[in-house]
């Protein structure tokens, strides 16, 4: 089975751009979550969609957003792009529906946004 | 509120020897935990998880860890350091809700394998 891919893999952009970020899950996995990683904050949680409606969410700026399409592929949206949104973004799937917390998320090889 | 905690930023062993990984968590409900590690320019590939069942979890790659819950504490072990195992290792806790699913990150541990 296919794991998660991420695309594009690295992207330079300028700030005050915007971006997009694509995500495909592993076939069959319905919930799709998105996390920035950086040297000073770490590894982040940005937000989480599930049967293309978000259902969980961070503390970022409305600068991000997300959807999911039916076929549970995701994109991630940064408007307006500061120096600070340079990062490494992790897209991770699960299958969404669990007991106690057990849902194990998969994650991708991550894109890798440069801001100038 | 869940938080956790990996008590080492850097942890340097010699090839063959033992490696152990320290993490404390908090958590308000029953946790889950898992282990990722992170080799350079990778994304994270998990190690093991802990559900409730036994406590003590193996995973891939000769990996374990225990769970302790009067200590909250999920250490990770390994008998033997092999060069592969150089790389940043995670200690996440998830609590699952109604509202979905949620990972709260550790702050890494860096290991370095020495020969």
């Known amino acids: 089975k296919a794991g998660v891919t991420q695309t594009p893999r690295y992207l330079i952009k300028t700030r005050g751009q915007q971006v997009t970020l694509s995500c495909s899950p592993i076939s069959g996995h319905r919930s799709v979550s998105w996390y920035q990683q950086t040297p000073g904050q770490g590894l982040q949680f940005l937000f989480e969609y599930f049967s293309e409606t978000q259902r969980n969410k961070g503390n970022f700026p409305g600068r991000f957003s997300g959807r999911q399409f039916s076929n549970s592929r995701s994109e991630m949206n940064v408007s307006t792009l500061e120096l600070g949104d340079s990062a490494l973004y992790l897209c991770?799937?699960?299958?969404?529906?669990?007991?106690?917390?057990?849902?194990?998320?998969?994650f991708g090889p991550g894109t890798r946004l440069t801001v100038l | 509120a869940q938080s956790v905690t990996q008590l080492d930023s850097h942890v340097s062993v010699s090839e063959g020897t033992p490696v152990l990984l320290r993490c404390n968590y908090s958590s308000s409900y029953s946790p889950s935990l898992f282990w990722y590690v992170q080799h350079p320019n990778k994304g994270l590939q998990l190690l093991l998880k802990?559900?409730?069942?036994?406590?003590l979890v193996k995973g891939i790659n000769g990996f374990e860890a225990e769970f302790k819950k009067s200590e909250t504490s999920f250490h990770l072990t390994k008998p033997s350091a092999h060069m592969s195992d150089a790389a940043e290792y995670f200690c996440?806790?998830?609590?699952?809700?109604?509202?979905?699913?949620?990972?709260?990150f550790g702050g890494g541990t860096r290991v370095l394998v020495k020969p």
């Open positions: 996440v806790v998830s609590e699952w809700k109604a509202a979905g699913n949620k990972l709260t």
């Open positions: 802990y559900t409730s069942a036994a406590t």
């Open positions: 991770a799937s699960s299958l969404g529906e669990t007991v106690l917390g057990s849902d194990t998320q998969y």
